[in-house]
Nanobody
């Protein structure tokens, strides 16, 4: 089984930046695509960004030009650099596998990002 631990969330002002980290255990990490998801109170979970095992990336329209996903396979870690943060980015951010891969059965606790003035 794989364990996922998200970190790096904080409370920031609009326009601020954060870098989130997702540390994963398990031998399959280095060959698995990974993604960041987020869920705001009262809203559905949504895909934010994804990165393949070869480094190709894909982003939701609402974060293009502001967020960058990357990975360090040697550290079993995926990152999300978030710039120009907006209040609507406020959510709990999680990592897991992206479509079309099957989601890992256990989500981490997530990391809270709060953007407010």
């Amino acid at each position: 089984q794989v364990q996922l631990v998200e970190s790096g969330g904080d409370s920031v002002q609009p326009g601020g930046s954060l870098r989130l980290s997702c540390a994963a255990s398990g031998s399959m990490f280095s060959i698995s695509a990974m993604a960041w998801y987020r869920q705001a109170p009262g809203k559905q979970r949504e895909l934010v960004a994804a990165i393949t095992n070869t480094g190709n990336t894909n982003y939701a329209d609402f974060v293009k030009g502001r967020f960058t996903i990357s990975r360090d396979n040697a550290k079993n870690t995926v990152y999300l650099q978030m710039n120009s943060l907006k209040p609507e980015d406020t959510a709990v951010y999680y990592c897991n596998r992206p479509p079309p891969l099957r989601l890992l059965p256990y989500w981490g606790q997530g990391t809270q990002v709060t953007v407010s003035s």
